[in-house]
């Protein structure tokens, strides 16, 4: 089957959790009026959490189920997915892959601040001074589409909202 154009670009906005997602989307949906779709949220939504992990208090998410309900949301384009993970998504949704970083003492910070502990704050750090999402994100998809963004003060918060709304601006150049 071919597949129609999209109108506006699809982007992922992925990383360990505290690096600053959400801030980045909540930022870009204002600026682009491109959906914003949180996958957690999502997840809640549409009922695609399975059993509870014990050992990270959290909910499973229900990949499969997930994937078939966003596979429609995905199809026109002008969607920033927001996701700690990129390897489970069809890799022919995304145009943009940027994965967000952060200094891994500000991140400590940061998930304290958000009442994580325990397990859950040395796993999330230890997934970010190893890399894990942007080894994931550089597995899944081409090199040329994923990029990796500096996330530690405010200054870096407003220069990446802006290379990313000019990435959007260059890829509607390219394409439309
Ligand atoms: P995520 O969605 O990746 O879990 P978030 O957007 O909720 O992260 O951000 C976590 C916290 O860090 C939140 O209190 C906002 C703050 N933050 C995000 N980006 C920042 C930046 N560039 N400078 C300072 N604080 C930032």
């Known amino acids: 089957m071919e597949r129609r154009p999209r109108f506006a670009p699809n982007i992922l906005i992925t990383g360990t959790p505290g690096v600053g997602k959400s801030t980045i989307c909540k930022i870009l949906y204002e600026r682009t009026k491109y959906t914003w779709r949180e996958v957690s949220k999502l997840a809640e939504e549409f009922n695609c959490l399975d059993e509870y992990d014990p ?6 998410l229900n990949d499969d189920k997930m994937l078939d309900i966003m596979e429609s949301m995905m199809e026109k384009g002008g969607n920033i ?12 949704w995304f145009d943009g892959v940027f994965v967000i970083r952060t200094n891994n003492t500000i991140l400590y910070d940061r998930l304290v601040a958000r009442g994580y502990s325990g397990k859950k704050l040395e796993d999330n750090i230890q997934c970010e001074i190893f890399e894990v999402l942007l080894e994931e994100a550089q597995n899944s998809y081409k090199a040329d589409i994923v990029r990796e963004l500096q996330n530690n003060t405010q200054e870096q918060l407003l220069a990446n909202v802006e290379t990313i709304i000019e990435w959007i601006e260059k890829w509607k150049e390219d394409n439309l």
């Open 81 to 92: 997915v927001d996701y700690h993970g990129s390897e489970f998504f069809p890799e022919r």
């Open 55 to 60: 050992e990270y208090h959290c909910p499973v």
